[in-house]
Nanobody, 125 residues
Framework: VQLQASGGGLVQAGGSLRLSCATS????????MGWFRQAPGKEREFVAA????????YYADSVEGRFTISRDSAKNTTYLQMNNLKPEDTAVYSC???????????????????WGQGTLVTVSS
């Protein structure tokens, strides 16, 4: 499985961006798709995740209410809509895919086996 993330860029605080993560093959229903980010000098952290089957979503507290994760089964693509962006959202965002990820691990990066390259999001104040 290959993942291709895109959509990053420079935006002012309060603005919006939509990230996309396209997969090279059909994403099976047992998969979960996740977005993680890594800011300069910090460890990578969980942002959001979605179960391919059923569409249950999970969010980090820091983005709840501002970010929305979704998926398009026909396009094998996962999206991260980011609204009301803040300077502290500046980071490299990466998408990941994991198979049969249990609830207790959905926010852990080691639960995801396939990773795409990151896309840089810069939010200016």
């Amino acid at each position: 499985v290959q993942l291709q993330a895109s959509g990053g860029g420079l935006v002012q605080a309060g603005g919006s961006l939509r990230l996309s993560c396209a997969t090279s093959v059909h994403t099976f229903n047992s998969y979960a798709m996740g977005w993680f980010r890594q800011a300069p000098g910090k460890e990578r952290e969980f942002v959001a995740a979605i179960r391919w089957s059923g569409g249950t979503t999970y969010y980090a507290d820091s983005v709840e209410g501002r970010f929305t994760i979704s998926r398009d089964s026909a396009k094998n693509t996962t999206y991260l809509q980011m609204n009301n962006l803040k300077p502290e959202d500046t980071a490299v965002y990466s998408c990941a895919a994991g198979n049969r990820v249990i609830l207790g691990r959905i926010r852990r990066e080691d639960a995801y086996y396939y990773w795409g390259q990151g896309t840089l999001v810069t939010v200016s104040s």
